[in-house]
């Protein structure tokens, strides 16, 4: 259904009543112009008109003017010759209607409905008159043909633009339900429901295409929302059970000093953890959404990667682990010092916890980063799996951990412009996980 309050019609009668109005002012207009125009080309006309007469006379004297006039009132034609004496009275020739005298040019009211006539009078030498006339309806019908022509057409014209304004506004309508019905379908919650694409390739296309593109982009979102607040839900629920548990077998237990201490310490342990996997969790959301970016300063990797692997050394001697550092010097990278640094922390816990064997630690110049230890890895099908929040390997269930570390080093690397690679260690043997991130021009002094 078209309404008139749609766009196109209502530019297509905003057109069509414009050319309309402007070629009616036209015609009144070039209407006034044509008939003077016309008229003055009669004149020139009678005035031909006369000079041959009077030469007719000049040569054939008055009795062959007359035979010409004659001749004129004879043939039916717009114009007429009248020969009249000095006092008026007709000697030969016809006139509807005849002053006496005329000289010069003069417009004739006729009689009735007819229409008037122009004339030209002159005076012979002979003393005789001389009334040359023509009658004005072909010139006046000629000025109205003339200018009536330019608003018909604009008529015309306005009609087509009215017409072809009504078919835009049905295709467009057509096209307009396509994507309301699309985005009404999301609005009530079918979020993968996209735009309709006609395959043309037009503006609308382009348009929907954006558009879909967005769509998918929050549908993806959205998705990950939905499994973030599923697995917090999921993931907290055991820890906050067990705390639950533990602190109700307290309460029936008889009151022991001792007992009772302990069950306290094993609560706060618990919320410990609780509060911690809150903390890594909110540390992810902030950094994917770029929290940390405004804190970037041009840094030394280097510096800050020997300082981390420095911490670690003696943590790893405590398990019996060795660590292998090979970082190269000088390797700067604008970014955010602490987060970095509890990247490479997270790598280095995996490594300890999940790993086995001698861990390397490198840094290669275009400052990549790579942890890689002597562990059972990570199959392929798992690697992107692992960067995700809460994910853990079956086999890692009885390991420390909460499933958020490699989640932080992906977003971490995403917020520097970088990338978090899972990979088969260089030995066959563990994983590598390497921390690609853009080098930074030379540092500034
Ligand atoms: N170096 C590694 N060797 C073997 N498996 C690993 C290693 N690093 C990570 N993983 C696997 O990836 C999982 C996710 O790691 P992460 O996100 O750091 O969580 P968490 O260490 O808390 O379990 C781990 O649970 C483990 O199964
Ligand atoms: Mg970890």
Known sequence: MIRLRSFAPRVALTIAVVVLVTSFLGAGWGWLRAQDALRQQLDLVLAAEAEGLVRDYETYGLRGLSEVAEIYSRRQGPLFVLLQ?????PISGRLPSAPAALRGFATLRQSGDSAPLRALGAMLPGGANLIVASDLSSVDRAAYALAWTPPLAGALAALVALGLGFLLANGLERRLAGVSDAARAVMAGDLTRRLPESGRGDEFDRLSATINAMLARIETLVAEVRQVTDDVAHDLRSPLSRLRQRLEAALARARDPAADGETLEGALAELDQILSTFAALLRIARTEAGAGREGFASLDLSALAAEVVDIYVPVAEDSGRR???SIA????VSGSAPLLRQALANLLDNALNHGAGTIQVSLRPG??????????GIPPEEREKV?????RLDRSRATPGTGLGLSLVAAVARLHGGALTLREAVSGRGLSAVLELPQAGPAEF
């Open 85 to 89: 004496t000095s006092d008026g009275r």
């Open 323 to 325: 660590i292998e550092p």
């Open 329 to 332: 010097p000088g390797q700067r």
């Open 367 to 376: 400052a990549v980063l790579e942890v890689s230890d002597q562990g059972p």
């Open 387 to 391: 960067m995700r929040r809460f994910y």
